[in-house]
């Protein structure tokens, strides 16, 4: 007789007895909250037989140009640290548009590109993106 085994989408708060099979597609380590400097959550993006990933997981990489910012805006941490924000707007080959928000450091890298030569289009890269809402769904719980 065959392994039992749980599917991922089949997790819920109605048990606390699964029985998972599942493989490490990424791992990556990562502040322990948001907006936090520190280091140490260690972040695992899973997929099981039937290539469904974890709800909190959904990670992945983005290709897109640049069509529209706001002007950034100075904020104060919960930790009282200085920092910033820049809502960005992009789009990517295939006309999706996502609405996405870079803070501190990231905001200073990318000024620079988004205030220069406007000759070429500004393409670019987030590597381990993880989108709040993506076609409507609320992905971070």
């Given amino acids: 007789m065959g392994e039992r085994c749980d599917f991922l989408k089949e997790i819920s708060t ?3 007895d699964w029985i998972i099979k599942v493989y490490v597609v990424r791992m990556w380590y990562g502040p322990p909250r948001p907006n936090s400097s520190e280091v140490g959550a260690l972040e695992i993006a899973l997929h099981d037989s039937k290539q469904d990933t974890l709800h909190d997981s959904k990670i992945s990489d983005v290709l897109a140009e640049v069509i529209g910012k706001e002007d950034p805006k100075d904020l104060v941490t919960k930790q009282g640290q200085e920092s910033k924000q820049l809502g960005l707007l992009v789009e990517d080959f295939e006309k999706n548009s996502i609405s996405c928000t870079l803070f501190g450091l990231l905001v200073d890298l990318i000024q620079p590109y ?6 070429e289009p500004l393409i670019v890269a987030f590597q381990l993106f993880r989108a709040k809402e993506w076609n409507g769904m609320n992905l971070i719980l």
């Fill in 14 to 16: 109605k048990r606390a």
């Fill in 114 to 119: 988004l205030d220069g030569d406007k000759a």
